[in-house]
Nanobody, 116 residues
């Protein structure tokens, strides 16, 4: 199993920045990709950004050019640097891990609130 612990959410003004962190533990050798999803009230959970074990990245169109996903393999941690935040980025952000065993894991979620 994989355990994911997120940190870094909070309240920020529009135009500001936040960095989310997600530390993985457990069967990390099974992880093939990690990333971030978000879910706003009344909306479906949506992909924000993902990074594969090979380093390939993918972003939602709405965050391209503003958000950057990166990882520190030594710390088994993935980061999401969020710049130029907008009110519509307000959501609960969930860390995600996809594994070679085709089982997905999720963090507990961290609230990001952008005030306009």
């Amino acid at each position: 199993q994989v355990q994911l612990v997120e940190s870094g959410g909070g309240l920020v003004q529009a135009g500001g920045s936040l960095r989310l962190s997600c530390a993985a533990s457990g069967s990390i050798f099974t992880i093939k990709a990690m990333g971030w999803y978000r879910q706003a009230p009344g909306k479906q959970r949506e992909l924000v950004a993902v990074i594969t074990r090979g380093g390939d990245t993918n972003y939602a169109e709405s965050v391209k050019g503003r958000f950057t996903i990166s990882r520190d393999n030594a710390k088994n941690t993935v980061y999401l640097q969020m710049n130029s935040l907008k009110a519509e980025d307000t959501s609960v952000y969930y860390c995600y891990s996809g594994t070679y065993s085709k089982r997905d894991y999720w963090g507990q979620g961290t609230q990001v609130t952008v005030s306009s």
